[in-house]
């Protein structure tokens, strides 16, 4: 089994309060007061960990999947029955609310996905998927950082929120970002937050403005209804992340760009089938969209969530029932704005000849064609600056079409 002692050091990036960490930058830009009447939000969600995609969703129609995943196979009935999307893939149980978003066409999946990244270090995977660059270690900003720093100008909150201490690589940039933890504050970090508070009103109203509803987020959580239930860790705090981080995007005044990290998706063993550990982590991010879809109300029209993770896991399961660092996975679009009901991919099927390296989910589509065909319809980036500024040296990568409706 690969020693995972590495993937404890991404809490120097990101901290991961009971699992979850959120960041946003608060901007408001021209195509949000557009003709049309669209005022987009986007939010990236990263699972950090690797994400069974075979799990998430399962290729049941193949014939090589069972034999692969044994105990753990879903199947198209009985006691591991999966939510069919077509007669081919199968959404996991735990996911009613996404099967839902899926059935009203608000959801869709990439399957056989991958960034370029072909090794198998959680700490290296995680910098290529929140970098945006081809390799590791090569800069300390995000793709989504510098895709807001191409938006059409317009009028602008000129720092970021990050719920967490510290902010996700994937938003991090030139730009300051205050910090806002999802659970209540010591008296000292509140003193703090209040004096950035009493600064921003006096050279930034609308910062302040968002960082006084993030104070009162906070506080909220003191009340029963958003307090972690006991025992649930980081699946009770995807939930509770999302609900702050959808309250703040809801408002006029609020970020329209955030960025969330949920941790824990490493299933080196008892990864389990439609029950089961894998099945918790998935229930607690099917609540956490759920949380978004409700909390942004009207303005989930006009929002796509994309949910993504480092790389995939193995095809086969390993001696402890569960599955190793691989490579394809999934990924997730979510949002009014997806065009949705539909599974996207080249499914290179999971014969042995097939899979990459002999035993991993050979991906087909690159990751950031995905992230590009998003941030291109949705935001309005052009083409050429996504391949030079925001994911640098992807040319080949193309723009995927037609993700949105």
Known sequence: MPDCSENRMVTRRAMLLGGASFAAWAYLPKFARAADGRDPRLVVVILRGA????????????????????????ASSGAKAATMLDNFFGLHPAMPELARMYRDKHAAVVHAVATSYRERSHFDGQDVLESGFAGPGRVQSGWLNRALEVLPRGERVKSGLAVGPTTPLILRGAAPTLAWAPVALPQAAED????????????????????????????????????PKPGTGGVSAMRLAARGAAKLMAADEGPRIAALAFDG???????????????????GLDGALAEFESGLAARWRDTVVVVATEFGRTARINGTEGTDHGTGTVALLVGGAVKGGRIISDWPGLKPASLYQGRDLAPTTDLRAVFKGVLHDHLGIGESVLAQTVFPDSGTAKPMKGLLV
Do not use: C, F
Not at 58 to 69: K, R
Not at 265 to 283: F, K, P, S, V, Y
């Open 265 to 283: 998706w490493d299933t080196h063993a008892n990864e389990g089938g439609a029950t089961g550990r894998l099945a918790q982590l998935l229930g």
């Open 192 to 227: 703090t937050a209040m004096r950035l508070m009493d600064l921003y009103s006096q050279r930034d109203p609308a910062l302040a403005k968002a960082l006084a509803a993030g104070l009162q987020l906070d506080r909220m959580a003191l009340g029963d209804d958003m307090k």
């Open 51 to 74: 994400l069974d995609g075979l799990a998430t969703v399962a290729p049941i129609g193949d014939p090589d999947y069972a034999g692969l995943h044994g105990s753990i196979a879903l």
